[in-house]
């Protein structure tokens, strides 16, 4: 039990467009899901978390109008990428939590390897 | 400095133990844990410990915490091919529900 899942596993886009990378909770239903990035040989650097129904928390320096995030259901987090420029290259992964807040327990998705030309 | 440190990398020999270490700040951690990342892959947990314990064993994992100096460490015995990934330590505060992640050590299993 306790699946999440990265929707796409890689994406390649032209600099100035759009990428939305769906994060999903199989089978349970997540009233937390976050958003990290992770660059090669760093650790995992919080972006946001969100709550279902709510709008996000962006952790500093984290560009809100730049990292859409959206947590429409209890199952479903997007995360959109918009204007995308080569710095934002980078390897991002979801997790969800089962209750409010993170508790300890996490479930992490697969991540989702973006590479912007 | 980092909020939490391990070394980058640790080498061993497959059937020999594997002592991963991490020191962390937060006087008031409540929970600590280990993940480990595969190539391309996401975070799997592998295991916490409660800040109230010194010791908890799974199987071939045990961890170890030292409260007092704020250190960590998780020792795989019998080391196996399979083990190679990155593994991560994290802390998180009682008032904080977010967990501080470290660096990562890259665990190299070498025949």
């Known amino acids: 039990g306790a699946v999440v899942s990265q929707h796409p596993s890689r994406v390649i886009c032209k600099s100035g467009t759009s990428v939305k990378i769906e994060c999903r909770s199989l089978?349970?239903?997540?009233?937390?899901m976050f958003w990290y990035r992770q660059f090669p040989k760093q650790s995992l650097m919080l972006m946001a978390t969100?709550?279902?129904?709510?709008?996000?928390?962006?952790e500093q320096g984290v560009e809100k109008d730049k990292f859409l995030i959206n947590h429409a259901s209890l199952t479903l987090s997007t995360l959109t990428v918009t204007s995308a420029h080569p710095e934002d290259s980078s390897f991002y992964i979801c997790s969800a939590a089962p209750q409010r807040g993170a508790g300890e327990t996490q479930y992490f998705g697969p991540g989702t390897r973006l590479l912007v030309l | 400095g980092e909020d939490v440190e391990q070394s980058l990398f640790l080498s061993v020999r497959e059937g020999d133990s594997s002592v991963i270490n991490c020191t962390y700040t937060d006087s008031s951690s409540t929970y600590l844990y280990w993940y480990k990342q595969e190539p391309g892959a996401g975070l799997q947990l592998l295991t916490y410990?409660?800040?109230?314990?010194d010791m908890k064993q799974d199987q071939r994992l045990t961890v170890l915490l030292n409260k007092k100096d704020k250190h960590l460490s998780l020792r795989i015995a019998d080391t196996q091919t399979g083990d190679s990934a990155i593994y991560f330590c994290?802390?998180?505060?009682?008032?904080?529900?977010?967990?501080?992640f470290g660096r990562g050590t890259s665990l190299i299993v070498h025949p």
């Open positions: 994290a802390e998180r505060a009682g008032g904080s529900y977010i967990p501080t």
């Open positions: 089978d349970f239903q997540a009233t937390t």
């Open positions: 410990i409660f800040s109230n314990m």
């Open positions: 969100s709550n279902e129904g709510s709008k996000a928390t962006y």
